[in-house]
């Protein structure tokens, strides 16, 4: 069976240079053409391709919300990105909108067929051209989660309220010492169980002598 696939680029000479290109695989078929994004988000709902080839820059709607809306209309198409942008911000935006592959034009001629097979698989291709940005993203991102403990995302303030909870405080006796309301001491409280991920006062004590905010464990609250 061979994979269905939709050209989307606002430039005629070029979709016929992709058809030609692709026609030169047996196991690809092109079932359709559009010139800009509303075509190509119109086209995916008539043809229901496998694929959509989708290039970034297109009037009317830009590749990004046409990727973004035909993924919304139908999850099973896939989205490779064939752009002239070899450019990481690009490939982001695409990425974040549900493309599985980015493919620069430049390297069309080798590698467009490989990134159709790819996405039809549920695979990501990415070029090497923006591929080490992308990784790098990604360990940025989790190393700055490694970094920022669910005590780190509590203000000052939170963590204030916190220790004095542990410390067996109850929310009248903290409104008072901080000079606050009881509704507001109630809502930092829920703030802070909805940030430390726990459901209960308890467990807010626990997890206070556990980071060592107090040493021993308070009595009745």
């Excluded at 989708?54 to 919304?72: E, H």
């Excluded at 695409?94 to 493919?103: E, F, H, K, S, T």
Aim: no cysteine; net charge neutral.
């Amino acid at each position: 069976m061979k994979i269905r696939v939709l050209l989307a680029d606002d430039h005629a000479l070029v979709r016929e240079g992709i058809r030609s290109l692709l026609q030169l695989n047996e196991d690809i078929e092109v079932v359709g053409e559009a010139g800009d994004g509303n075509e190509a988000i119109n086209k995916a709902r008539e043809l229901k391709p496998d694929v959509v080839v989708m290039d970034i820059s297109m009037p009317s709607v830009s590749g990004v919300d046409a990727t973004r809306q035909i993924l919304k209309e139908n999850p099973a198409i896939r989205v490779v990105v064939l752009s002239r942008h070899d450019n990481l911000m690009y490939a982001r935006s695409l990425l974040d909108a549900g493309a599985l592959a980015y493919v620069p034009k430049k390297a069309a001629s080798t590698e467009l067929a490989s990134a159709i097979r790819a996405a039809y698989r549920g695979e990501v291709f990415l070029h090497p051209s923006i591929a080490r940005g992308v990784v790098n993203d990604y360990m940025r991102l989790v190393q700055s989660e490694q970094k920022t403990g669910p005590l780190e995302q509590l203000s000052e303030r939170e963590r204030e309220i916190l220790r004095l909870v542990a410390e067996g405080y109850s929310s009248h006796q903290i409104a008072d010492r901080l000079f606050l309301t009881v509704k507001t001491v109630l809502n930092y409280r829920n703030n802070i169980r909805h940030k430390l991920g726990v459901d209960n006062t308890a467990q807010l004590i626990k997890y206070a002598i556990k980071i060592g905010l107090v040493e021993d464990e308070p009595g009745e609250i």
